[in-house]
C-alpha cells in the first residue's frame, strides 16, 4: 500500500529553507524549457505507441525518482513524502471543446503504463463529465497540454497554492528548429519542497528520457 510518509524534520537538510518558503515568504515558481525530443517522435513513429500516453510515463518516471516531486502536506501542514504518485491529466473532447481530467497509476514498465493509460483515455473517451473515475488517489501530480500552441514561456496561477507541493506540468505542440524536434513543457512547483537544482536536475533527466527513446521499444 502506498503510504505518505512524514519527514523527519529533525535530520532533513532543507528545514530551514522549507520553512523560509513555507512561512516567511511563500512563493511558487515557474520553469519553461524546449526538450529535443527529435529520437523520441521518430521512435514513436515506428512502433504501435502512443505520444501522449508516452509522454505521461516519460514525465512520470522522472518525478517519482526525486522526493521533491512527491511532496505533500499533513493536516498540521508538515510536509511528508509519497511512496509513489500517479499522473492526473486532461484529454480533450473536440465535440463540446471540453476536457475530462483522468489518472493512470504509474509503473515503472513503460509498456504496462502504456498499456493501461490507452485503455483508460478508451474507456472515457465519451465521458464528457470533468472528473468521470470517482476512485481517484491524492497522490496524483498534474500534466496537460496546449496541442495547438507551441510555446516559450507558460504561467499558471492556483489560488491557495502555497499548500499544494506536488509539481504540474503543461506540454506544448512540438516545433522544428535546424531539422530538430523540440516540445516546450512548462512545470510550477512550490519553492517550498522544490529549489532550482531541482528543477534543472529535472529537466536535464527529462532530455535525457526523451532524447534516448529506446525504452518505447521494451
Not at 493536516?75 to 509519497?82: C, F, R
Not at 504561467?155 to 504540474?168: E, Q
Request: charged letters at 25%; proline letters at 6%.
Amino acid at each position: 500500500m502506498t503510504a505518505l510518509r512524514p519527514i523527519d524534520l529533525a535530520t532533513w537538510p532543507r528545514r530551514e529553507h522549507f520553512e523560509h518558503y513555507r512561512d516567511r515568504v511563500p512563493c511558487t515558481w515557474e520553469m519553461t524549457v524546449e526538450l529535443d525530443v527529435t529520437d523520441f517522435a521518430e521512435t514513436v513513429r515506428r512502433t504501435d505507441r502512443r505520444t501522449y500516453a508516452s509522454q505521461l510515463w516519460a514525465i512520470a518516471s522522472v518525478v517519482n525518482r526525486h522526493a521533491e516531486f512527491r511532496m505533500q502536506l499533513l493536516e498540521d501542514g508538515s510536509p511528508a513524502v509519497w511512496d509513489v504518485v500517479h499522473p492526473m491529466f486532461t484529454v480533450f473532447h473536440p465535440d463540446t471543446e471540453t476536457f475530462s481530467v483522468l489518472f493512470v497509476p504509474y509503473d515503472d514498465d513503460p509498456a504496462r503504463f502504456h498499456e493501461a493509460a490507452v485503455t483508460t483515455m478508451e474507456r472515457y473517451r465519451d465521458d464528457h463529465r470533468m472528473f468521470p473515475q470517482v476512485d481517484r488517489p491524492e497522490n496524483v501530480f498534474d500534466v496537460s497540454t496546449l496541442p495547438g500552441a507551441s510555446f516559450t514561456g507558460f504561467a499558471l496561477h492556483v489560488k491557495d497554492g502555497f499548500d499544494h507541493l506536488l509539481p504540474i506540468f503543461t506540454i506544448g505542440r512540438y516545433r522544428y528548429v535546424e531539422g530538430r524536434t523540440v516540445m516546450p513543457i512548462a512545470v510550477q512547483v512550490n519553492h517550498a519542497a522544490v529549489d532550482g537544482f531541482h528543477g534543472s536536475r529535472l529537466f536535464t533527466e527529462l532530455q535525457t528520457t526523451f532524447a534516448e527513446a529506446g525504452w518505447l521499444r521494451g
